[in-house]
């Protein structure tokens, strides 16, 4: 991979990781198709993510230190009696939100350890990236066309928070779109187009910087070698994923601010028609 490949992939994450039409697939896409023609991997591409999540921390970080300070001082509200006044059940809505957060990032972590071998090969065919791309945007427009629309981020309970969890651990898959399955879950449940897009992006903080560094920590001895990106072209990625990142970030909230998420669910199934015609075509390798 040259250092301009990895400029290019950098910029295909900061352009997707946020909008609901899944980064991981047009990792997997874009990297078969340039000059060194190889999948970059599901270690790459969860590592060039910590990028696109520094935008997160920095477009978000008042209220992530607001919800973390919340959440320490219910934690540690010795007048509350008994854990779950001290928790969840406490009065701050930001503390609250703080729960939700690590509560609902335990289905992907879990899920992620568990099936970490068949995440890494047999759910990377693009064939199943297809076909997924295309489902997953039906179930966004009915969301969007179903959904109340009426209920916010203070108004998320504990059972939301699960849902919400067990709807980005979707994302395992590559088609799916951690994004686009939490905003597909939130819309479900009634909250509002931006509320739902705001969650996914504080739920995925935890879940995401931890897979991003584990894969770091353990892939370390292998960047460079044969096969695999160098580590100086993985830093360009996601330097590159992070300054894009954030001002798709800006964008984004103030487009599902007043539109809907239909350009998304088009987007999704002409995207998965391309993979098809390229498989077709024989441009790409399913495997």
Request: glycine fraction near 10%.
């Amino acid at each position: 991979m040259g250092w301009w490949e990895a400029v290019i992939l950098g910029l295909v994450q900061g352009l997707t990781e946020f909008l609901p039409i899944s980064s991981s697939a047009h990792i997997r896409v874009i990297g078969a198709l340039l000059p060194h023609g190889e999948d970059p991997g599901a270690a790459f591409t969860a590592i060039i993510q910590i990028g696109t999540e520094a935008a997160v921390i920095l477009y978000f970080w008042k209220d992530i230190v607001r919800i973390i300070a919340a959440w320490f001082r219910a934690l540690l509200d010795r007048e509350a009696v008994g854990w779950k006044a001290r928790t969840i059940g406490a009065a701050d809505p930001d503390a609250r939100m703080g729960w939700w957060v690590i509560l609902g990032s335990f289905p992907i972590v879990i899920l992620g350890v568990l099936f970490k071998d068949t995440i890494e090969t047999t759910l990377r065919n693009l064939y199943i990236t297809a076909f997924v791309l295309a489902g997953f945007a039906i179930v966004l427009w009915i969301a969007d066309r179903m959904g109340e629309k009426r209920r916010h981020l203070e108004d998320i309970t504990l059972k939301d928070a699960i849902l919400l969890g067990f709807a980005q651990a979707m994302a395992l898959i590559p088609g799916v779109s951690r994004s686009g399955g939490t905003i597909t879950m939130g819309l479900f449940l009634g909250m509002t187009r931006e509320a739902a897009a705001r969650i996914s992006f504080l739920l995925a903080i935890p879940a995401v910087l931890g897979s991003g560094f584990f894969e770091l920590f353990t892939e370390w001895d292998t960047l460079g070698e044969a096969g695999s990106p160098s580590f100086l072209n993985t830093a360009i990625a996601t330097a590159v994923a992070f300054g894009v990142g954030y001002a798709v970030i800006v964008w984004f909230l103030r487009l599902i601010s007043h539109h809907s998420y239909t350009p998304f669910v088009i987007y999704r199934i002409a995207a998965s028609g391309a993979i098809v015609g390229l498989l077709a075509a024989g441009a790409i390798s399913a495997t």
